[in-house]
């Protein structure tokens, strides 16, 4: 029995008075006590006809034991503890408070899709801006679980190639060309794919693939390390993570910004396979490229090399038909031609150290790589 009083109408059944008076919750009935009127309503079988609004009502009737109904207004009393201990009734109340945190957070998205899609353009804006801070919220150890994880998918696409003497002298060039104390908590591991496509591609955290078809394509060890320069500068640009948080798209940004750490990795997690493919964006292959070009020239190391080879790649597209598609870093004239304005921009050209040749013995398998040979 709950001592709390309130107060509220009675109503009779055909809405022809209506008098005022005071609520008591009993043990077994709801009671209501009017100046000439007393109504009990039981519990058993009682229902409730919530209102929202401000403040809101409760009509309560019981049309098995009274003609009367009683009106309270505001919600107070759907608190009691009375009344939330019979069970029927609690889950009267209950369904409506469902109802009403439902109807609450439909209006919330409501609210959100209607800024969304007025500010989409702004937001858009935003989302970049906010970039390099959800970057800096995923740890390198992180990147690694991420790249372990493609990097079984890598394995079961592609066999390695085994030639120890080659995958040495590539991890040379790397750490010439970015030494390991410039490398933070990033490792570089290159591994050897045994594939004809002359392709090259980079994980998070450092692992570097390089393919048997791009080692038997070029001409020189200048353009081997440029193609590495440009993988490297993938990885420490965060390119990868930056394309997993665009493709998950602004909802990950709201996520991780409302505190869901879940949420965020695993939208992260969801598009692991967008690293296989690494269809990098424009801006990721420009920025990439610069990089690279740095990255030689400080090294002493001719930079025209990977000029060269995407000119090549470039020139020999038309020829190659559906290998085109599978190329993870499909060369453009544009990028070509922005890397031979950095060369021709340069006030000096400096005496690069030539790189000794890799001597690298191709598997069996000439016929798809020998027309770029030729060129």
Known sequence: MS???YQGTALSDDAEYAISGEICLEDHVLRFNGETTVVDLPYDGLELDIQTGKPGSVEVANQDHSDWSILIEGHEILADHTLRGKTPIRRQIEAFEDRKDGFKRLASTLI???????LSALLGVMVDAAM???VNLISPAYEKEIAMEVAEEVGDMWDEYDDTNTVAKLHAIVDRIFPPEKRGEYEFKISLIDSDVPNAMALPAGRVYVFTGLLAIVKSTEEVAGVLAHEIAHVMGRHGLRAMIANAGPSVVFDRVLGSSKGFLGALAAGSQLLIQQNFSREFESE????AFDYLVAANI???GLETFLNRLAASEGDMGALRSVLSHPPSPERVAHLKKRWLGMKTQPDFVPLEELGFEPPERQNLIEKLMDL
């Not at 990439?288 to 990089?291: G, P, Y």
Request: hydrophobic share 35%.
């Open 302 to 304: 001719d930079p025209r």
């Open 3 to 5: 001592s709390k009083r």
């Open 288 to 291: 990439a490229d610069d990089r």
């Open 132 to 134: 390099p801070k959800m």
């Open 112 to 118: 959100f899709f209607t800024a969304f899609i007025g």
